[in-house]
Structures are given as C-alpha cells and as structure tokens.
C-alpha cells in the first residue's frame, strides 16, 4: 500500500507539472499570432512573457505551501492560470495581454509547478529515492511540452489562436483536481528513518543566505533560466525568420520536452550516485558547446529538429540536480522555501532571456547578440559549480528509531 501511495503521488506530481509547464512552453508558438492580430512588435510580447516569468519565481508560493500544505496551493493556482489564458483570449489588447499573460498566468505557474510540487512529493518519497522523484516529476513537465506544444500548434491551425487559449484554460483546470491526491499539511518528523532537522525556518534561511554554495546555485540556476525562457518563447519565431514552416518549429519543441523527459531521469538517477555540483557544470558546458554547433551549421529544417533533441536532454535536467543539491545541504523540511529562492533566480534569467530576445530582435532585426549571450552564460555557469561546497550545512538529530 506504501508503494502504491508513493507512486500515485508521483504521478500525481508528474502530470501536474506536465498540464501547467506544457502549456508555458506552447507560449512562444503565439508570438506571431498575436503580435500580428494586435499590431505590436515582439519586444510588447516578450515583455509580457518577462513579467510573467518573474512573477512565476517569486518563492512566496513556496513558503506558503511549506508553512499551509501543497494542496490549496495548488488548487488556486490551477484556478487562478485558468482564468488568466482566458482573459487574454476574451480581452484582446496590449494591458490584457499584460495582466492575464504576465501577472496571472506568472501566479497560476507559481503556484503549479515544481517549487510546490517538489516540496509536496518530498513528503511521500523516502529520502534515498527523492532526487531519482524528483527526475521523474521534471521529466512529467518534459512529456507536457513533448505532448500540449504539437496540441496547440493543432488548436492554432484549426481554430485561430483566441479559440486555442480558451481551450488551454481548459485543459489547466485539470491541476486544481489533481491538487487532492498530494499530501495535504505538511507533517513534521520525515517520510521514513531519516535525521530530524531541528532548526526553525528562519535559522534555515538565515544560514543558507550565509552559504556560498546557495548563491552559486542561484546564479547558476539563473543561467539556466535564461537559456530556456529564451529559446522557447523565441525559437519558433527565429526559425520561421530563417523560412522554415510553423510545423518545424512544433516539432523542435516537441522533441525538446520528450528528450528532457530521458534527460531529467538519467541525471536525477545520477544524482543519487554522483555529485551534483559537477553533474551541473557539465551540463551548462554542454548547453554551451550545443548551440556553438547549432550557429556554426546550416539552418535547415534537420538541424533545427537535431538542436531539439540535443538541447532537449540538457533542457530541465538541471532542476532535480538542483534541487537536490539544495536539499543535500540545508535539508529536506523547508525545500520549497528555499528551492523557490534559488528558483527566483532562474526566473530572474527568464525574464531577462525572453524580454532582451524581443527587445534586441525589435533593435537590430535578428537574434545573434542573444545567441552569443547564451554561449557565454553556459561557459560561465559551467565554471562557477566546479568551487560549489556541497557538504550538509544544518545541525539534525536522529530520528527516534522503533522499540
């Protein structure tokens, strides 16, 4: 029964993260539809897209689900990214697009996504499992875009892109149902036979902001977010610029998500077993030398789709690694408050990835300068992990074991 309950809480975890990051990373298949329909330049989108992506890293989603439970955390937030696709369908201008786009939307994904849910499957998953949990829940958000981004190239196609958001809103209602089979109120004590942490979370936190460790993470993790926030809000626009058709640019982001889902798993699984820090740093050197090799070849419509399915592996792999290296050296009990510390950095980087990719293209009429941005942020994320201590940082006590 204990398996069985782990297991669905997992896929429970999963499919959230699936619907709420699946449906984000459709967003940029409407650049072009609505900067067209509204008669603005990119940089307006994009900047909608940057508020969004900063409110989506605000941890205090993270901290209320530490101190009131992950369950109405997530149902509000289901309901509130609901209602936030649907007004920027019924309400087509430049301030809807803003406020339902950019602020509600960034709420509902503050809300459902992997700082809540992360924190709540920690709860159910025993400690020696949860970094290989925590692979599987980002690989969930990978089968999402793998699965909702070619849905909607399809909504768009058949129905025009007010339509295909009104029935995205749809489809985000599912989280809020969801949202009952994790664990409710946080219960102090751990899953199994592990150490008790007894600090108070402001010890917590008044320790990790101490901790160099937590800051290079935090740094790191704002490259990450500058990468992907960057290539999937733009890339679909720079391949049509290139001539490519709509359907490429699906696919290439159909086949980051399902090559993330092997990419998220393997290094989870390998973060069990090898030390994260340099897991991380290979992984943005890799990002680094992919698109290195992506620019110096020929843009055809192979190309595009191969830079999909390499990048994709490198894609969200970096948060189980993360994560998990958060929880290794301040514990487990407060890892959605300071995991969504952390995370606010990779936010930080989205939003300057997504608004700096329309507003430079706006400037000069092409991508390069964000292009080589990328190039040197994964270089210089790469470098900064090596130095990273990772030793655990907090004081903890036996657990009571069982007469």
Same mark, same amino acid.
């Given at each position: 029964?204990?398996?069985?309950?782990?297991?669905?809480?997992?896929?429970?975890?999963?499919?959230?993260?699936?619907?709420?990051? /699946?449906?984000?990373?459709?967003?940029?298949?409407?650049?072009?539809?609505?900067?067209?329909?509204?008669?603005?330049?990119?940089?307006?989108?994009?900047?909608?897209?940057?508020?969004?992506?900063?409110?989506?890293?605000?941890?205090?989603?993270?901290?209320?689900?530490?101190?009131? /439970?992950?369950?109405?955390?997530?149902?509000?937030?289901?309901?509130?990214?609901?209602?936030?696709?649907?007004?920027?369908?019924?309400?087509?201008?430049?301030?809807?697009?803003?406020?339902?786009?950019?602020?509600?939307?960034?709420?509902?994904?503050?809300?459902?996504?992997?700082?809540?849910?992360?924190?709540?499957?920690?709860?159910?998953?025993?400690?020696?499992?949860?970094?290989?949990?925590?692979?599987?829940?980002?690989?969930?958000?990978?089968?999402?875009?793998?699965?909702?981004?070619?849905?909607?190239?399809?909504?768009?196609?058949?129905?025009?892109?007010?339509?295909?958001?009104?029935?995205?809103?749809?489809?985000?209602?599912?989280?809020?149902?969801?949202?009952?089979?994790?664990?409710?109120?946080?219960?102090?004590?751990?899953?199994?036979?592990?150490?008790?942490?007894?600090?108070?979370?402001?010890?917590?936190?008044?320790?990790?902001?101490?901790?160099?460790?937590?800051?290079?993470?935090?740094?790191?993790?704002?490259?990450?977010?500058?990468?992907?926030?960057?290539?999937?809000?733009?890339?679909?626009?720079?391949?049509?610029?290139?001539?490519?058709?709509?359907?490429?640019?699906?696919?290439?982001?159909?086949?980051?998500?399902?090559?993330?889902?092997?990419?998220?798993?393997?290094? /989870?699984?390998?973060?069990?077993?090898?030390?994260?820090?340099?897991?991380?740093?290979?992984?943005?050197?890799?990002?680094?030398?992919?698109?290195?090799?992506?620019?110096?070849?020929?843009?055809?419509?192979?190309?595009?789709?191969?830079?999909?399915?390499?990048?994709?592996?490198?894609?969200?792999?970096?948060?189980?690694?993360?994560?998990?290296?958060?929880?290794?050296?301040?514990?487990?009990?407060?890892?959605?408050?300071?995991?969504?510390?952390?995370?606010?950095?990779?936010?930080?980087?989205?939003?300057?990835?997504?608004?700096?990719?329309?507003?430079?293209?706006?400037?000069? /009429?092409?991508?390069?300068?964000?292009?080589?941005?990328?190039?040197?942020?994964?270089?210089?994320?790469?470098?900064?992990?090596?130095?990273?201590?990772?030793?655990?940082?907090?004081?903890?006590?036996?657990?009571?074991?069982?007469?």
């Amino acid at each position: 029964m204990r398996n069985k309950t782990i297991l669905l809480v997992v896929l429970a975890g999963a499919l959230i993260v699936a619907i709420s990051m /699946g449906t984000r990373q459709s967003f940029g298949l409407f650049l072009q539809p609505i900067t067209g329909s509204l008669g603005i330049g990119r940089e307006l989108f994009s900047l909608s897209m940057a508020i969004q992506n900063l409110i989506f890293g605000v941890p205090l989603m993270g901290i209320l689900a530490d101190r009131y /439970g992950a369950r109405p955390i997530l149902i509000a937030g289901g309901v509130i990214y609901a209602a936030g696709l649907l007004f920027v369908a019924v309400s087509p201008n430049t301030t809807a697009l803003f406020l339902s786009l950019g602020l509600l939307a960034g709420l509902g994904l503050s809300s459902a996504s992997y700082v809540v849910v992360l924190g709540a499957v920690a709860q159910a998953v025993p400690l020696q499992q949860r970094t290989a949990a925590f692979g599987l829940i980002t690989a969930g958000g990978s089968f999402g875009m793998f699965a909702v981004v070619p849905f909607t190239q399809w909504l768009l196609s058949g129905f025009g892109w007010q339509r295909a958001m009104i029935l995205l809103a749809v489809f985000v209602w599912l989280i809020a149902l969801l949202a009952f089979v994790l664990p409710g109120r946080r219960k102090d004590g751990g899953t199994s036979a592990e150490p008790e942490e007894t600090q108070t979370m402001s010890e917590v936190l008044a320790q990790a902001v101490r901790h160099s460790g937590f800051w290079l993470l935090f740094v790191g993790f704002f490259v990450c977010g500058f990468h992907v926030a960057f290539i999937a809000t733009h890339m679909p626009a720079y391949l049509a610029d290139n001539g490519l058709a709509p359907s490429v640019s699906a696919t290439a982001l159909a086949l980051i998500g399902i090559f993330n889902m092997f990419g998220s798993y393997s290094f /989870g699984w390998l973060g069990d077993r090898l030390r994260k820090k340099y897991l991380l740093s290979f992984l943005y050197g890799m990002r680094a030398v992919v698109i290195v090799i992506f620019l110096m070849l020929p843009l055809t419509s192979a190309s595009a789709i191969v830079f999909g399915a390499v990048i994709g592996f490198l894609w969200l792999a970096t948060v189980p690694l993360t994560s998990g290296a958060v929880a290794q050296i301040f514990g487990w009990r407060y890892l959605s408050t300071l995991y969504g510390i952390v995370f606010l950095g990779h936010q930080i980087g989205a939003f300057l990835g997504v608004w700096l990719g329309g507003r430079i293209y706006d400037t000069v /009429g092409n991508y390069d300068t964000v292009w080589m941005m990328s190039i040197a942020l994964g270089v210089f994320a790469a470098l900064i992990h090596l130095p990273l201590s990772d030793r655990p940082a907090l004081k903890r006590t036996p657990s009571p074991q069982p007469a």
